[in-house]
């Protein structure tokens, strides 16, 4: 959380700086869902995610060099430079692809539950998405058809209460996200979103059921991110203040949760000077890392040869 | 060579598919009926069972977006849209995914996918159950896009179109499931990005797509019986597309007629021409003519949509006017 945390603050500078030129969409605020979810995942299982998922990325255990390296767009970045931000994959961690379509890998990851299931594999596929996904149609469709085939998936809904620039209710006219799998008989719950060891515990449920052929869940985490839609301000999201909801958040920063638990264990603070270096580290390498080069624009329009994992 | 109907054709290689690859299976809406697929899905839920063959819920969009995923891990789906209007809603998971996942990664992914679609063209059916779309799918990088118009090449096509790496749009056309010519039993290829030459000419080069070859092969007839010799094309795939062959055609005939089963406006057929009247412009001795559907949604009536549809006669014509010919009764007067 904390690794997750620090890298998101580096490239929110380099978003200030006008280094990082693609859409940033920082994690900060939410870090106890994708660490809590990953934490209950097995190595083989699979992750697919949107436009917010630095976090998902990082919590798998994905490259931070070729994070930094992919957001500004060098020849070592998890997706060769040619994503950005946004299109992240770090196949042998199980990071499958993020893109930016507003439930874009949501039917993709119940694919990927589809093909375990046929093959027979004991593997589990999760689909992280925001609040606003649940407003796209073929969420919906995908919710059935994996309650239908009794699919090893989960939905991850990450509650923000924004979507873009909207609040939840200038979307919606009720609070009800943890009822949306009721219709298609899928499990669905709240979690405090903010609450590590709540979601991990919850995360774990929902695994051992897709993992046992019981099918999927959904899981609504409430959380709140700290910085706007895009980019790395903290109080003008998209043209619209919420400086006094924020503090409230502030309050209940993940992180700090989670360190008091283990100090009320007797567990001391983690140690940030690691990760600074570590930070620093992959920051000078990406820097390095050359940029593709404007030749090599047409290369794998079409793939070679079929690639499975 | 025993003969199949182009319907059997797309059977038979589903059925050898299945057979022979334990990643395949097949999903989409009216997998176990013959009213939506025909005879080119018959029996074979009984045959490979319904967890290969997969009648799906009415959800063009995640049925497809769960192929593509499917497809990332490992598998080798066939998505079904029986009617091609209906695909509309898939858009998102063919062309923002299926497309670019290959290019965005740099090459560490490829979504073997096959998406079959089918033109329902004719029976009163009107403007939602009519349309031919493949130019949409054509503009897109990333995806193939092929129309067989033969029971051979149904077959074949289909196979090629599963061993390809990449997303490919395969669509079919029920007009064409009653045609018949003979088709091998064994799993032939026929290689995507190669047209067929169906006839030779000297005089003028006609390239159809999918239903309109057949069209440009009887108006190749009607011109003969008029002393005009026309080259016929069959293009078979229309991304990539065998240029190679059309130029080489139009430079020896110096007279072109592309004939498109979709819209003129930005059609497969404005392509086509634009290529020729290009790469070939000093061996054109006349303008490409085109023969596609008018800018307009599909009627229904019977007199309304008899003359929506091009065919045979609106080629011949196309031909005679890029040769300069008079019609034929005029010359015979």
Same mark, same amino acid.
């Given at each position: 959380?904390?690794?997750?945390?620090?890298?998101?603050?580096?490239?929110?500078?380099?978003?200030?700086?006008?280094?990082?030129?693609?859409?940033?969409?920082?994690?900060?605020?939410?870090?106890?869902?994708?660490?809590? !979810?990953?934490? $209950?995942?097995?190595?083989?299982? =699979?992750?697919?995610? *949107? /436009?917010?998922?630095?976090?998902?990325? @990082? &919590?798998?255990?994905?490259?931070?060099?070729?994070?930094?390296?992919?957001?500004?767009?060098?020849?070592?970045?998890?997706?060769?430079?040619?994503?950005?931000?946004?299109?992240?994959?770090?196949?042998?961690?199980?990071?499958?692809?993020?893109?930016?379509?507003?439930?874009?890998?949501?039917?993709?990851?119940?694919?990927?539950?589809?093909?375990?299931?046929?093959?027979?594999?004991?593997? !589990?596929?999760? $689909?992280?998405?925001?609040?606003? =996904?649940?407003?796209? *149609? /073929?969420?919906?469709?995908?919710?059935? @058809? &994996?309650?239908?085939?009794?699919?090893?998936?989960?939905?991850?809904?990450?509650?923000?209460?924004?979507?873009?620039?909207?609040?939840?209710?200038?979307?919606?006219?009720?609070?009800?996200?943890?009822?949306?799998?009721?219709?298609?008989?899928?499990?669905?719950?709240?979690?405090?979103?903010?609450?590590?060891?709540?979601?991990?515990?919850?995360?774990?449920?929902?695994?051992?059921?897709?993992?046992?052929?019981?099918?999927?869940?959904?899981?609504?985490?409430?959380?709140?991110?700290?910085?706007?839609?895009?980019?790395?301000?903290?109080?003008?999201?998209?043209?619209?203040?919420?400086?006094?909801?924020?503090?409230?958040?502030?309050?209940?920063?993940?992180?700090?949760?989670?360190?008091?638990?283990?100090?009320?264990?007797?567990?001391?603070?983690?140690?940030?000077?690691?990760?600074?270096?570590?930070?620093?580290?992959?920051?000078?390498?990406?820097?390095?890392?050359?940029?593709?080069?404007?030749?090599?624009?047409?290369?794998?329009?079409?793939?070679?040869?079929?690639?499975?994992? | 060579?025993?003969?199949?109907?182009?319907?059997?054709?797309?059977?038979?290689?589903?059925?050898?598919?299945?057979?022979?690859?334990?990643?395949?299976?097949?999903?989409?809406?009216?997998?176990?009926?013959?009213?939506?697929?025909?005879?080119?899905?018959?029996?074979?839920?009984?045959?490979?069972?319904?967890?290969?063959?997969?009648?799906?819920?009415?959800?063009?969009?995640?049925?497809?977006?769960?192929?593509?995923?499917?497809?990332?891990?490992?598998?080798?789906?066939?998505?079904?849209?029986?009617?091609?209007?209906?695909?509309?809603?898939?858009?998102?998971?063919?062309?923002?995914?299926?497309?670019?996942?290959?290019?965005?990664?740099?090459?560490?992914?490829?979504?073997?996918?096959?998406?079959?679609?089918?033109?329902?063209?004719?029976?009163?059916?009107?403007?939602?159950?009519?349309?031919?779309?493949?130019?949409?799918?054509?503009?897109?990088?990333?995806?193939?896009?092929?129309?067989?118009?033969?029971?051979?090449?149904?077959?074949?096509?289909?196979?090629?179109?599963?061993?390809?790496?990449?997303?490919?749009?395969?669509?079919?056309?029920?007009?064409?499931?009653?045609?018949?010519?003979?088709?091998?039993?064994?799993?032939?290829?026929?290689?995507?990005?190669?047209?067929?030459?169906?006839?030779?000419?000297?005089?003028?080069?006609?390239?159809?797509?999918?239903?309109?070859?057949?069209?440009?092969?009887?108006?190749?007839?009607?011109?003969?019986?008029?002393?005009?010799?026309?080259?016929?094309?069959?293009?078979?795939?229309?991304?990539?597309?065998?240029?190679?062959?059309?130029?080489?055609?139009?430079?020896?005939?110096?007279?072109?007629?592309?004939?498109?089963?979709?819209?003129?406006?930005?059609?497969?057929?404005?392509?086509?021409?634009?290529?020729?009247?290009?790469?070939?412009?000093?061996?054109?001795?006349?303008?490409?003519?085109?023969?596609?559907?008018?800018?307009?949604?599909?009627?229904?009536?019977?007199?309304?949509?008899?003359?929506?549809?091009?065919?045979?006669?609106?080629?011949?014509?196309?031909?005679?006017?890029?040769?300069?010919?008079?019609?034929?009764?005029?010359?015979?007067?």
């Amino acid at each position: 959380m904390v690794r997750i945390r620090m890298a998101e603050e580096a490239v929110g500078r380099m978003v200030e700086t006008g280094e990082a030129r693609c859409p940033c969409h920082l994690y900060i605020g939410q870090e106890a869902i994708a660490s809590g !979810v990953c934490a $209950a995942l097995d190595a083989a299982d =699979t992750v697919w995610g *949107g /436009h917010r998922s630095h976090g998902h990325y @990082l &919590a798998r255990g994905g490259s931070l060099e070729a994070m930094f390296a992919e957001i500004l767009g060098r020849t070592t970045g998890c997706s060769g430079g040619r994503g950005g931000s946004m299109h992240l994959l770090a196949v042998k961690q199980g990071i499958l692809g993020t893109v930016p379509i507003v439930a874009g890998t949501v039917p993709l990851a119940v694919g990927a539950a589809m093909a375990y299931k046929m093959k027979k594999e004991a593997r !589990v596929a999760t $689909a992280f998405f925001g609040d606003g =996904t649940l407003e796209e *149609g /073929h969420v919906h469709e995908s919710m059935n @058809l &994996a309650s239908l085939y009794r699919l090893p998936v989960i939905f991850i809904c990450e509650n923000n209460l924004y979507s873009s620039h909207l609040h939840w209710t200038e979307r919606r006219v009720a609070d009800n996200l943890d009822k949306a799998g009721d219709f298609h008989s899928i499990p669905s719950r709240r979690v405090d979103g903010n609450d590590v060891e709540a979601v991990y515990s919850a995360a774990s449920a929902a695994v051992a059921r897709a993992r046992t052929g019981l099918g999927p869940s959904l899981l609504e985490c409430r959380t709140f991110r700290w910085r706007g839609h895009v980019g790395a301000s903290t109080d003008i999201d998209v043209g619209v203040k919420r400086r006094g909801e924020l503090a409230d958040w502030l309050a209940r920063d993940p992180i700090a949760r989670v360190e008091a638990r283990l100090r009320e264990s007797g567990i001391e603070d983690l140690d940030r000077n690691p990760i600074v270096e570590e930070i620093k580290d992959a920051l000078h390498a990406a820097r390095q890392a050359s940029f593709p080069p404007p030749g090599r624009v047409l290369d794998h329009i079409y793939a070679e040869a079929a690639c499975a994992f | 060579m025993r003969i199949l109907n182009y319907a059997q054709a797309i059977r038979e290689a589903h059925a050898q598919i299945l057979a022979s690859d334990a990643r395949a299976f097949v999903i989409g809406q009216g997998l176990w009926s013959p009213w939506y697929a025909g005879a080119s899905l018959e029996d074979l839920d009984q045959q490979f069972s319904r967890d290969r063959v997969v009648d799906s819920p009415v959800s063009e969009n995640a049925t497809t977006g769960l192929a593509v995923g499917a497809a990332l891990a490992g598998m080798r789906p066939i998505v079904f849209h029986p009617r091609m209007d209906f695909m509309l809603l898939a858009v998102d998971p063919i062309v923002n995914q299926a497309a670019n996942w290959s290019y965005l990664f740099r090459g560490q992914v490829a979504v073997p996918l096959v998406i079959r679609a089918v033109i329902n063209r004719g029976g009163e059916q009107g403007a939602q159950h009519s349309q031919a779309l493949h130019a949409m799918f054509m503009h897109v990088p990333g995806l193939k896009v092929v129309m067989p118009s033969t029971a051979y090449d149904a077959k074949g096509l289909l196979l090629a179109a599963l061993d390809d790496p990449n997303p490919v749009l395969y669509v079919d056309d029920r007009w064409l499931y009653g045609t018949s010519d003979p088709v091998p039993e064994e799993m032939f290829r026929v290689p995507i990005g190669k047209a067929a030459l169906r006839r030779a000419g000297r005089d003028v080069t006609l390239v159809g797509i999918s239903s309109m070859a057949a069209e440009c092969s009887k108006a190749a007839e009607m011109l003969a019986e008029e002393n005009i010799d026309a080259e016929v094309i069959d293009l078979r795939s229309l991304k990539p597309w065998d240029s190679e062959l059309v130029l080489a055609s139009v430079r020896k005939t110096a007279h072109a007629v592309v004939a498109d089963p979709g819209w003129k406006t930005a059609g497969a057929s404005a392509e086509i021409a634009a290529t020729i009247s290009f790469e070939a412009f000093h061996d054109l001795r006349e303008p490409v003519e085109r023969v596609a559907l008018p800018d307009c949604p599909a009627p229904t009536s019977r007199l309304e949509e008899a003359s929506y549809y091009p065919g045979a006669r609106e080629i011949s014509a196309a031909a005679r006017k890029t040769l300069r010919r008079k019609p034929a009764q005029e010359a015979a007067a």
